[in-house]
């Protein structure tokens, strides 16, 4: 079992900068890939970025060029730096994770909320 532990949300401006973190514990060696997610009120949860245990990385067209994600492998946490913010970024934010031999991100945490203001 993994757990995904989010930090680094709150309140920003826009054209301001967050950033987030996500620790995951537990069966760490199971983890292909870890990325975040995100969920604004009456939308479906979208992929934002990606990066595999190799340092492969993607990102959701949205936020490319404006969000950059890091991770650190031996200690299983990855980052999401976003920069320019604007107020469409404002969602529910979460860590996810894919395991070897799957596909997709299907599993997450908890959530942090970001709120861009105008």
């Known amino acids: 079992q993994v757990q995904l532990v989010e930090s680094g949300g709150g309140l920003a401006q826009a054209g301001g900068s967050l950033r987030l973190s996500c620790a995951a514990s537990?069966?760490?060696?199971?983890?292909?890939?870890m990325g975040w997610l995100r969920q604004a009120p009456g939308k479906q949860r979208d992929l934002v970025a990606e990066i595999t245990s190799g340092g492969r990385t993607n990102y959701a067209n949205s936020v490319k060029g404006r969000f950059t994600i890091s991770r650190d492998n031996a200690k299983n946490t990855v980052f999401l730096q976003m920069n320019s913010l604007k107020p469409e970024d404002t969602a529910v934010y979460y860590c996810?994770?894919?395991?070897?031999?799957?596909?997709?991100?299907?599993?997450w945490g908890q959530g942090t909320q970001v709120t861009v203001s105008s």
């Open positions: 537990g069966s760490t060696a199971s983890i292909a890939a």
């Open positions: 996810a994770a894919r395991f070897w031999g799957q596909s997709r991100m299907n599993w």
